[in-house]
């Protein structure tokens, strides 16, 4: 037989009268169409002209030029052309057929005639693959209106669709099973069929959610009705399309397609910094409440597929993760940033109630949500808590360095800082469940830096008083009764707090105050005339006075327990007779063994007036008694340096 070559114009072209005839008959046998299947009918055929007139080029595209009129002219004819199976079998080109087939939303056995030309021979390889794009583009053409029309009336071609990416599935085993080269395999065009159906449903979905914060308002009302919107119109619209997805083969990859959806959004409003913990925590609150109820995203109560429930309890599963972690980056953050702020050096302290809010409320207001993130936002803020503390060690040190001798009432808010962390942490220790560990680390970090603020805050005072002190007793007002009124209104302040270091503070400073002040008495000039002997001991009587009512101020009746060597060296000097003295004295040999002739020899130069045989008593009286009340305690006069002084015969200074 011989064999008969179509050309693509002859077949296109108008053909015999019988084809026209036939035509014409298929024509009288349809149903008369309403004005609105008329117009959808004008509208398929342009779409199918406008198919036809691509696929036209790329048939003659390297062999002739076809114009674009006579292109689209012969495009016309071929809507002309019946589509009886007749007609095919009588040898219409498969090209045409394949056009036919993609209108008509037939994909499967589009596919089926598409690869068969692919097999074919004859640049057959090439033609397929503009054929399956154009298959392509009608299949997503067929999605795109079943997603924004009247999806049951596209049922059909979309079911197609769910056919046709099954085929393309088995055609992919086959071909790796075939032998063929891997890159043909991984190129051809069906396989990015599935990705460019994902994107498609992407696109709509996302479209479909509206946006949130583009405005400035992006408070707790707007985000809670955002989420509303979210869960009332989102959801229930794409679940009403499942439907026809679902029978259509479909419903995997659109319900993956709205679960993804919805996590994208979700996980840009997580990553929003504008949010703070209670708006995240809202998300946090209303994906628990979704993965709750079972609502799945998009899978309703009709729907319970196992793997549309398994991908929706991922899709929330990893929102609710996504969204604790940024909740307890927003735990570390502001709780570090509070505590900064609530015990700044530079600043007065705050209320211990104040700290344990700001350690506490975050925990609290998670377990209004959930058990198991409290716990979690819990131990964050311990946490957040001995990295504050540890930071806070190393601020001190570097405010103590940067000023060497800090003013008492800097050192002293440092102090009090301390005594509240620690009253703050001990509460903690009954609210939250702290481990040993923990509170062994808190303990230290408290106790480190409460040593180095005692240790430079006396050495502070203990300059500023000697400095005060070394013309004490040469000028009328050396600034003395100053600094113990500043003390005083500083341990006061600090006093309100009931802080156990306090009442050793103050001890502490008073020991200070009292051997600085015996040192520079001890040492003064010796050649004081009897008016200026006078003047001391109206001066020592006065400063006394002074020192005894601001630290009985301060520590009430703990004052009672504090040494007074000042005291006892009045009571000495002012006593009149040799006996007196020698009955004065045992009670300082007694309470501070250090005591030195030297020492002894200074307080008798204060005098007003001592004979020669009564120092002389005196001072056997202490060679006598010195070494009876050897003890640790009270080491008053071992530092102090007086040079030993020779007397004349008579005794007196002028000798």
């Known amino acids: 037989m011989k064999k008969t070559k179509h050309s693509w114009a002859a077949c296109v072209g108008g053909g015999n009268k019988k084809g026209e005839k036939m035509a014409g008959e298929d024509t009288r046998i349809l149903p008369k169409a309403t004005h609105e299947e008329r117009k959808k009918e004008v509208k398929r055929k342009g779409k199918l002209k406008t198919l036809a007139g691509k696929l036209l080029k790329t048939v003659l595209g390297g062999k002739e030029t076809v114009e674009k009129a006579s292109a689209e002219d012969v495009a016309g004819n071929l809507l002309k052309r019946p589509t009886s199976k007749k007609r095919v079998e009588r040898g219409m080109p498969a090209e045409e057929t394949i056009c036919r087939f993609i209108e008509q939303g037939k994909f499967l056995e589009a596919c089926d005639q598409i690869h068969n030309l692919e097999h074919s021979g004859n640049d057959g390889m090439g033609k397929s693959e503009s054929l399956y794009a154009l298959l392509a583009e009608r299949m997503w053409t067929v999605v795109g209106e079943a997603l924004s029309g009247d999806d049951r009336m596209l049922l059909e071609p979309l079911q197609s669709v769910g056919e046709s990416l099954k085929w393309k599935k088995q055609k992919e085993v086959e071909r790796l099973g075939n032998g063929l080269e ?3 395999v991984f190129t051809w065009s069906p396989n990015f ?7 498609k449903l992407m696109q709509y979905m996302t479209a479909q ?3 949130f914060g583009s405005s400035t308002n992006t408070d707790e009302t707007a985000l809670k009705q955002h989420l509303s919107h979210l869960e009332m119109t989102f959801l229930p619209s794409l679940e009403h399309r499942s439907d026809v997805f679902k029978e259509a083969g479909l419903f995997v990859t659109y319900a993956h397609c709205c679960h993804a959806s919805l996590c994208s959004h979700l996980a840009t409003l997580i990553d929003s910094n504008c949010f703070n913990f209670s708006q995240s925590l809202l998300i946090y609150e209303w994906s628990t409440k979704m993965y709750k109820s079972g609502s799945q995203a998009c899978v309703g109560p009709g729907h319970t597929p196992q793997h549309s429930l398994s991908l929706g309890a ?13 909740l307890l980056a927003i735990t570390r953050k502001e709780v570090g940033k509070a505590l900064k702020e609530a015990l700044d050096i530079g600043k007065p302290p705050c209320a211990d109630a104040a700290v344990i809010e700001i350690l506490t409320e975050k925990t609290e207001t998670a377990r209004r949500v959930s058990e198991s993130l409290s716990e979690k936002v819990e131990a964050e803020c311990l946490e957040e808590c001995l990295r504050f503390l540890e930071s806070y060690e190393d601020e001190v ?3 103590l360095q940067l000023d060497g001798c800090p003013q008492i009432g800097s050192s002293l808010r440092i102090l009090e800082n301390c005594c509240l962390l620690r009253t703050v942490w001990h509460k903690l220790t009954y609210i939250y469940s702290v481990s040993t560990d923990q509170n062994f680390r808190v303990n230290g970090f408290l106790r480190r830096i409460e040593d180095d603020i005692m240790e430079h805050s006396l050495q502070t005072i203990s300059s500023k008083v000697k400095g005060t002190l070394k013309d004490h007793f040469k000028k009328c007002d050396s600034g003395f009764d100053h600094i113990l009124e500043s003390l005083k209104q500083s341990f006061l302040i600090f006093g309100k707090k009931k802080a156990e270091i306090y009442e050793a503070l103050v001890k502490a400073v008073n020991v200070i105050i ?10 003064t000039p010796r050649k004081p005339s009897a008016m200026q002997r006078r003047r001391i001991v109206n001066k020592i009587e006065e400063d006394h006075r002074m020192m005894q009512t601001i630290f009985k101020e301060c520590l009430g009746p703990a004052a009672d327990s504090l040494k007074d060597p000042i005291k006892a060296i009045l009571e000495l000097i002012q006593t009149s007779d040799p006996e007196g003295m020698k009955i004065a004295l045992l009670p300082i040999l007694k309470d501070f063994p250090d005591l030195r002739e030297e020492h002894l020899s200074a307080m008798l130069d204060i005098k007003d007036s001592l004979s020669r045989e ?5 001072l056997r009286t202490f060679h006598d008694n010195c070494g009876e009340s050897e003890t640790e305690a009270n080491l008053l006069f071992a530092d102090i340096e007086v040079k030993p002084r020779k007397y004349g015969l008579c005794g007196c200074f002028c000798c």
């Open 514 to 523: 009292i051997t600085e002040y015996t040192q520079a008495l001890l040492t």
């Open 182 to 184: 891997m890159e043909s």
């Open 193 to 199: 069929w599935r990705k460019d159906l994902e994107e």
């Open 314 to 326: 991922q899709c929330l599963v990893w929102i609710l993760l996504r969204t604790e972690e940024k």
């Open 209 to 211: 959610i509206p946006l």
């Open 397 to 399: 040190r570097s405010f």
């Open 614 to 618: 009564d120092r002389a008593a005196l």
